[in-house]
């Protein structure tokens, strides 16, 4: 007989069906910790954790001595000091406990996301060109630790809370995180169905509605950390004003746009419209590219958040409402990307 041809082994081809998969799994982990970053915010627990420690910090105190030394560590900041001096240790281990939380999915989804590249990359089963990319976005996810910590020192020494412009940085770089590896998988599952296919581009007009969803993110996070959903529990006027009154306009006019409770709170309800419009029209681009799919999750996850919106705000800003705000606003971030990606896939 003369010589066979030796089939390559199984294991050394591209698996990009698999790898599409498991990108899909960390942005779950991503949406997760979104999720859980806003319990946090919302219970003012993000200052609760003076350290960082990225190893041995998974392990929480165990003892009662261990939560003694934590809860001083914490009786040194501004925030114990000036607004929770008495607490009880039940109470420090209450916004401990969300704290730890976050920080260990951060841990969660390194690990989630790190072990199974340098599988995939040993079985050579990443498709060619993908590899910079998957390793830019773990390297993100590397970057997004390091912010956390820069946003939480910001309310450590001089502040009663965390900068609300680092605030903005951590969850934007979230969402663009999840936003990416979402992208990333839909790629992925186009060269799975055809050897041939290139990855989507970015068109422009997908870019101008995901910088319209950019500027409600971050008036969003201005919010969130200015508590200014606070200012007015009435819609659609605010405190019986279209405008509302005790806007300070002393300032200079980026910092009052960026740091006025009343003006961010009647910027972050008012251009959800406008980011809306851009979604809406994004979702109609993208039903006539053939992702139904893609347009009915961008109708649904933006009714939905602009309902949600309302109800938190009439609701004096309920945590589970509140809660529920961000998290579908994440959905909305997932629904966009796809459907920013079926119209930029169209002709690829």
């Not at 010589?3 to 799994?25: E, N, V």
């Not at 219970?43 to 190893?55: A, D, F, M, V, Y």
């Not at 998957?134 to 970057?143: E, N, P, Q, S």
């Not at 347009?295 to 309302?310: D, E, K």
Request: proline share 5%.
């Amino acid at each position: 007989m003369g010589p066979r041809m030796i089939a390559p082994s199984q294991s050394a081809r591209p698996r990009p069906a698999a790898i599409g998969r498991w990108l899909l799994g960390v942005a779950f982990l991503v949406f997760c910790m979104v999720v859980v970053g806003g319990i946090t915010r919302l219970t003012e627990s993000g200052l609760s954790i003076t350290q960082w420690k990225p190893i041995t910090g998974a392990i929480p105190p165990l003892t009662h001595d261990q939560w003694m030394a934590a809860f001083r560590d914490y009786q040194q900041i501004p925030e114990y000091r000036e607004i929770n001096r008495g607490m009880s240790l039940a109470d420090f281990q209450f916004i401990f406990f969300w704290e730890w939380v976050h920080r260990l999915l951060g841990r969660l989804i390194g690990l989630a996301f790190a072990l199974p590249l340098v599988w995939f990359a040993w079985k050579r089963a990443i498709p060619a060109g993908y590899g910079p990319r998957l390793v830019a976005l773990l390297a993100l996810g590397g970057l997004q630790g390091a912010i956390g910590w820069w946003m939480v020192k910001s309310g450590l020494s001089v502040r009663t809370d965390v900068s609300h412009y680092r605030l903005a940085v951590h969850l934007l770089t979230a969402l663009f995180i999840m936003g990416g590896l979402i992208w990333t998988a839909l790629d992925l599952f186009a060269l799975a169905r055809n050897p041939q296919a290139r990855p989507a581009r970015l068109r422009p007009f997908a870019l101008v509605v995901l910088l319209l969803l950019l500027v409600q993110l971050m008036l969003g996070a201005f919010t969130a950390g200015l508590d200014a959903g606070y200012v007015s529990s009435t819609w659609p006027l605010m405190n019986d004003h279209l405008v509302p009154e005790g806007i300070d306009w002393t300032n200079s006019l980026w910092a009052t746009l960026s740091s006025d409770p009343y003006l961010v709170h009647f910027l972050h309800r008012w251009w959800a419209w406008v980011a809306a419009a851009g979604l809406f029209m994004l979702a109609v681009r993208a039903k006539r590219a053939g992702r139904r799919g893609a347009s009915i999750a961008i109708h649904a996850s933006v009714g939905t958040q602009i309902i949600l919106g309302i109800a938190t705000v009439l609701s004096g800003i309920a945590l589970p409402l509140a809660v529920l705000h961000q998290a579908v606003g994440a959905l909305v971030v997932a629904a966009a990307a796809w459907g920013a990606h079926g119209i930029g896939a169209q002709r690829a």
